[in-house]
């Protein structure tokens, strides 16, 4: 079986969608698998 999910960060005061922190997105690079 195969399957995807994409989870958004997003701002608890607008929640509105956000970039993730420079720090966040450097310790979840690790984890990321490229796109097929």
Request: without cysteine.
């Amino acid at each position: 079986a195969q399957g995807h999910f994409v989870h958004v960060y997003v701002d608890r005061a607008t929640r509105r969608p956000q970039a993730l922190p420079p720090a966040l997105r450097a310790a979840l690079a690790p984890l990321a698998i490229a796109s097929a």
